[in-house]
Nanobody, 123 residues
Framework: QVQLTESGGGLVQAGGSLRLSCAAS????????MAWFRQAPGLEREFVAA????????NYADSVKGRFTISRDYAKDTMSLQMNNLKPEDTAVYYC????????????????WGQGTQVTVSS
């Protein structure tokens, strides 16, 4: 079983920055990819960004391109999301996810999920 633990959420003013982290533990052997999704109240969970096993390839939602950067520390089994120039519409619960074969935007292709961390951006 794999456990994912997010940290780094909080309250920030528009234009500010936050850095989210996700630590993977348990049976994380084998190749796997990691991603961030987010969910605002009343809305469906949406894809934010994903990174491959080696960190060599990334994938971003159009809404965050140029503002967010996803990275991976293979040795530590961690993943980060640097969020700059935050906007009120970025307010959501952010979830870390793990997939053995997918770095796309389909949540059903991710096998493991964290509990989420709240990000609130005030205007």
């Amino acid at each position: 079983q794999v456990q994912l633990t997010e940290s780094g959420g909080g309250l920030v003013q528009a234009g500010g920055s936050l850095r989210l982290s996700c630590a993977a533990s348990g049976h994380t052997f084998g190749v796997y990819h990691m991603a961030w999704f987010r969910q605002a109240p009343g809305l469906e969970r949406e894809f934010v960004a994903a990174v491959t096993w080696t960190g060599a390839s990334t994938n971003y939602a159009d809404s965050v391109k140029g503002r967010f950067t996803i990275s991976r520390d293979y040795a530590k089994d961690t993943m980060s999301l640097q969020m700059n120039n935050l906007k009120p519409e970025d307010t959501a619960v952010y979830y870390c996810a793990l997939s053995q074969d997918h770095i796309g935007d389909s949540p059903v292709r991710y096998q493991y999920w964290g509990q989420g961390t709240q990000v609130t951006v005030s205007s």
